[in-house]
């Protein structure tokens, strides 16, 4: 049975607009217009009267399609049933490849109401699975925002209402997701104080860590003691820190606290190349979780989204 978020088309709906999700594609200069509004309307919604939207398993498709170019574009994934109007599966009017002149494509002929879209991230950080249906749930749950420099998914939980003597919050605390898709991780970087790591959920997240003086370092956060997991651990500050879920884990739910907390003068990010020449032993890792390129400062954060 088609769930009643999905207006009935005039053509009989195929199995696979079963979907727990939706995308829209999106370029890097429209995504102020998406992220800071409360309703984005795309250029062809004037044009054609609605908003192009497409499944996970038709994405790869429009992209060889509509987008030659994808070193700019952006996924934004949309809860359909946090959509304020219903979706409408039907054929498109643009011209299509005759094997996909049969198939059904979401349209939305409204402006979309943003607090639909649970993520919004870079396409090559968008993987070729399905996003988990437990992922799913918590990115609805929690309204994640992503880092910048790093991407990851996180979003502030407290903030101290004193401050030091240099007006920054005493402490702060965050929830954090690890997943695989979609991409989520941490890249390296180092903070001015401590931070206290704490897993919550799902599968183990590694740590990997660069100390001063070269040494190299991984930690297993997770639930089970009996494979040498641990659900606490303290990185000193000064130390550079990347991570991610384990290899062959979906997501792993964390958090972070610090005391003094965290604000954008106290993280510094440097790129592969930079860590590569100062720690030559541990290129194989930074070559993986360091960043390749572009702006390594934190400028400033993306306003907190309201947690359902």
């Known amino acids: ?79 359909p049933e946090l959509l304020a109007n219903p979706v409408v599966f039907e054929p498109s009017t643009l011209e299509l490849p005759t094997f996909a002149k049969d198939e059904l494509f979401p349209h939305y002929y409204h402006p979309l109401n943003t607090d639909a879209i649970i993520d919004v991230v870079e396409y090559s950080a968008y993987q070729a699975t399905p996003i988990a249906e437990r992922v799913l749930a918590l990115l609805k749950q929690h309204r994640f925002n992503r880092l910048p420099i790093e991407g990851t998914l996180y979003r502030q939980t407290w903030q101290s209402a004193e401050c030091t003597a240099q007006g ?7 929830l954090g997701l690890f997943c695989q898709q979609p991409e989520s991780l941490s890249r390296f970087h180092k903070l001015s104080y401590d931070e206290v790591w704490h897993h919550y959920q799902g599968d183990a997240l590694a740590l ?82 360091a960043i390749t390129d572009g702006d390594t400062e934190m400028h400033s954060l993306p306003p907190a989204k309201n947690s359902s």
């Open 1 to 79: 049975m088609v769930k009643a978020w999905y207006a009935r088309p005039k053509q009989p709906l195929q199995s696979n607009l079963m979907t727990h999700y939706l995308i829209h594609l999106i370029s890097k200069s429209q995504l102020a217009a998406l992220t800071s509004n409360a309703l984005y309307a795309s250029e062809s919604l004037t044009s054609e009267g609605y908003i192009h939207l497409c499944t996970h398993e038709q994405m790869q498709r429009v992209v060889a399609m509509f987008y030659p170019d994808t070193s700019n574009l952006y996924v934004a994934v949309v809860a």
């Open 168 to 174: 920054t919050p005493l402490g702060t605390a965050m």
């Open 208 to 289: 990997y860590l660069i100390h001063p003086d070269g040494e190299e370092q991984q930690v297993i956060l997770g639930q089970a003691a009996s494979r040498g997991e641990i659900p606490q651990f303290v990185v000193p500050a000064g130390v550079w820190q990347a991570g991610r879920v384990v290899a062959g884990g979906s997501y792993a739910l964390y958090g972070c606290t610090m005391a003094p907390g965290f604000h954008i003068e106290c993280f510094q990010a440097a790129t592969a190349t930079e860590l590569c020449a100062k720690y030559p032993k541990a290129k194989v890792i930074i070559e993986q979780l």
